[in-house]
């Protein structure tokens, strides 16, 4: 394929970019945290690789059960700090706000409102895309079981319809009522340590309130909306499939709902490309998370979950080629196709307006424009948090998810509150 300079030379009439030199040979390591768009993200920069004079572009990817943050430090140890890395909100730009690049005059900052900002109000993070979750459902499947999801906005109307289900297995030709995965030993922790905590920050609350997870930062737990959080957990254990629940790893956990043996599944958007791969042909929606009986819950949550960063160590050349791919990614077509059609997600800029062909994506693209959503929180928690502290208590509670265990929940989540505030 023919290549041409940095983004065209009609691109950096339009965008106001440097172009790189033919003879500079630039190769940029991108540090990437997603394994399900792992394959579409390395054809993206292989394209852009080909097309752009001088610029290489390698992706590595770690992710899905793997510590992310920790394979990162250790490249920075080894003096390995990646050209473009990933963070995910506060506790981690805590951790390497030495090295990010600022990027407030980047073109691209026209087209969103979520970039990730430092506390100067200096935009330093692109947002890799909106992702989200709710409780995910077999169209299909509620539909024999004569379940109205629009109804399923309490937690009482919730435990009733999973009951109901429960009762009508064999006549749906389902294992379970929901696929959900809480292990440790599985790589799984995150689904209950980092989305499924979410519920307890964010639900029933205006879309950018981060009242309850400052407080939980400062060691302040409310209660009764922690009681009411663990018996939510209790209800979405007590119908999952066991041993996918304590033992299972991703694959296991998804598998279960394409082969259409649970109705449904605790997952969020980004499961969009797995399940095509799959081969999954039926109809699947979201709901909202009703944790309690307080209020109708229909908000599904939504956030920019992950940023890019630039490392302001890297040279020059090495940093405007970075700038220069991120805005291919967002004023190219092949940069649109990549982040809906290839990579399943839902972009961050509004420019894009490419509709999704996922179900899951499909259904925050219809949340968003709604409104009455919920924020996602675990990122407002210290780095490592989730997988350090929180993932080994939803661990234990999947052992034993008894009328006991949501007390010891309780008591451990909030002592883990009482620990972050000493810090």
Known sequence: MRKFLTLALAAVMILGLAAIPASAEVELVLYNNKVEISEPLQNIAKLYSDKTEGVTIKVESVGGGADYSGNLTAK????????????????????????????SEEKWNEETTLAYKDPEGKVVGFPVAIEGFGLGYNVELLKKADIDPATLTTFSALKAAFEKIDGMKADLGIDSVLSMAASVSGG???????????????????????????????????????????????????????????????DAQLAAFANQKAVFIHQGNWTDPSFRSMNVEFEYDYISHPMNDAMEYKGLYLFAPS???????????????????????????????????????????????????????????????????????????PAGTGQSKLAPIFDVFAQDHSEEGVKYLVNDLTKLATELAGQ
């Open 76 to 103: 920075h140890t080894a003096d390995q700090l990646p050209d473009i890395f990933v963070i995910e909100g506060d506790g981690d730009y805590g951790l390497w706000k030495e090295f990010v690049t600022d990027l």
């Open 188 to 250: 799984t922790w995150w689904v209950a340590g980092h989305h499924n905590f979410s519920v307890y920050l964010g639900a029933g609350l205006e879309f950018t309130d981060t009242s309850v997870a400052d407080n939980f930062n400062k060691g302040i737990v409310d209660e009764a909306r922690m009681t009411d959080y663990a018996n939510y957990v209790k209800l979405l254990f007590d119908f999952s499939d066991q041993t996918v629940l304590t033992t299972g790893n991703y």
């Open 307 to 381: 940023y890019y960063v630039i490392n302001n160590k890297a040279s020059e050349e090495k940093i405007q080629a970075a700038k220069d791919f991120m805005n291919f990614l967002v004023f190219s077509e092949e940069g649109a196709n990549y982040m809906v059609n290839e990579a399943g997600m839902v972009p961050a800029f509004k420019n894009i307006t490419l509709e999704p062909a996922g179900g899951f994506s499909k259904a925050l693209v219809r949340a968003n424009a709604a409104g009455g959503n919920f924020g996602v929180y675990f990122g407002k928690l």
